[in-house]
């Protein structure tokens, strides 16, 4: 009798254990992909940035000189 008991109870606990595995690897594929999805969406923010970046000194330069050419002297 008690022998079955322990028995039962093991199969409860490795199916328990064995749910609370899946639950924590989907958890930890879940935690994954928005990890990889953020690395991503910061490559390209910086990708971005840094074109913007780049453009940005022609265009400030551009502007002063319009600016100083439509001024009257």
Do not use: V, W
């Amino acid at each position: 009798m008690t022998s079955i008991l322990r028995a039962r109870a093991g199969e409860r606990f490795a199916a328990i254990e064995k749910t609370r595995q899946r639950a924590l690897n989907e958890q930890e594929e879940t935690a994954q992909k928005i990890s990889e999805n953020t690395a991503r969406l910061k490559a390209l923010r910086l990708a971005k940035e840094a074109t913007e970046m780049a453009a940005s000194p022609t265009l400030k330069s551009g502007s002063k000189e319009r600016a100083a050419k439509s001024l009257p002297s």
